[in-house]
């Protein structure tokens, strides 16, 4: 496991990422002190994937969706005739 201080996980931090996601740990040391450890998740802590389309057909949109409250938002901007 590599140590590195806090000024070279700052400018590496890409390539930091990538290894550890590969599976390696580092640790970030200020002052040569060790602070934190740099870990891959567990597979079950990933975050799924958003689902597209997961609610298809819940819903429906109306054909008048573009001109929904027209009047209402153009008396906002004009005023009444």
């Not at 700052?10 to 060790?34: H, M």
């Not at 891959?40 to 409250?69: K, Q």
Request: no cysteine; charged share 35%; proline share 6%.
């Amino acid at each position: 496991m590599e140590t590195v201080n806090i000024h070279q996980a700052k400018t590496n931090l890409s390539r930091l990422v990538e290894r550890v996601s590969k599976g390696e740990s580092v640790i970030i040391a200020k002052a040569g002190k060790p602070m934190v450890k740099l870990v891959p998740l567990d597979e079950t802590e990933r975050r799924p994937g958003r689902r597209i389309g997961f609610m298809a057909g819940e819903f429906t949109t109306p054909d008048d969706f573009d001109r929904m409250g027209e009047d209402e938002i153009a008396e906002m901007f004009y005023g009444r005739p």
